[in-house]
């Protein structure tokens, strides 16, 4: 029965976690220790807009590895989560561009050499993709144009590779459906994997079929057939099936609403 089981898990908890992997994680993480560089650096002490661009980095990055490891049990989970994530980069894109405003510094256009100097380093410099050190000499700049073009590319990045996560999970969703409705397929499955094996023919010792009553007084219940059918007309009754009762998602489930 643990076979049984174990096999089931594999088929409807899918592969999670891995969030190192994800070119988002690697993006936010880029972007969460520039920022506590720079907060330290460019902005004073105990100001809520350094507290606030911290707190947007490292949501940033959290909610990312939150929603990965959450994939295992909730796909809508793993999209709030995302979505989360992209919306701290969103905020803290805002104030990267209030740190060129407020200077009186122009936020480059992304066509221009310079934008598409820096979104070149994201190859990484061995096309392994890029870490912080691949931004370094940008990030640690004392021109705060070049520091705040920098987080400005960065920030769109993230976000982008997020956007496309998303419609990547909701993709996932719609076509396998929740945890729960792979759960009740596994079920099925496993219903009629234990359903009692065919019986042999009274008349001719062959192997019996589950065939359907098209008419007369049991039209519509199951029976038994001979496969030989219609060489041997042997029948038996449809025994009910020694099914386990299928226990029910457990009321505190997050899946359970
Ligand atoms: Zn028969």
């Known amino acids: ?36 560089y720079l907060a330290a650096k460019w902005i004073r002490m105990g100001s809520r807009t350094r507290d606030q661009m911290e707190q947007s980095a490292r949501s940033g990055k959290q909610n ?19 979505n989360v994530a ?20 122009p936020v480059w256009d992304k066509d221009s050499p310079r934008s598409q100097d820096i979104r070149r380093l994201a190859r990484g410099t061995d096309g392994m993709g890029a870490t912080f050190d691949t931004y370094r000499r940008h990030v640690e700049s004392d021109d705060p144009e070049v520091v705040g073009n920098v987080m400005v590319c960065l920030c769109n990045q993230a976000c ?13 969703f719609l076509q396998e459906g929740g945890i729960r409705e792979r759960m009740t397929r596994a079920r099925v499955e496993a219903r009629e994997a234990q359903a009692s094996p065919a019986p042999v023919c009274p008349q001719c010792g062959k192997p019996m079929r589950q065939r359907t009553a098209r008419q007369g007084p049991n039209a519509g219940k199951a029976f038994w057939g001979c496969a030989a059918y219609p060489d041997c007309r042997g ?23």
């Open 1 to 36: 029965m643990w076979d049984r089981g174990a096999k089931m898990n594999q088929r409807f908890i899918p592969p999670h976690g891995g969030y190192e992997q994800l070119a988002s994680y690697r993006k936010a993480l880029i972007i969460f220790q520039a920022t506590y």
């Open 64 to 82: 990312i590895v939150e929603a990965s490891l959450a994939s295992a049990t909730s796909k809508q989970t793993e999209i709030h989560l995302t």
């Open 86 to 105: 992209k919306a701290s980069l969103g905020e803290l894109l805002e104030d990267y561009k209030d740190f060129l405003l407020l200077r009186g510094l």
């Open 160 to 172: 982008f590779l997020l956007n496309r996560q998303i419609r990547q999970l909701e993709q996932a």
């Open 235 to 257: 029948v038996r009754d449809a025994a009910a099936p020694q099914v386990p009762p299928v226990p029910p998602v457990p009321p505190n489930s997050e899946e359970a609403q």
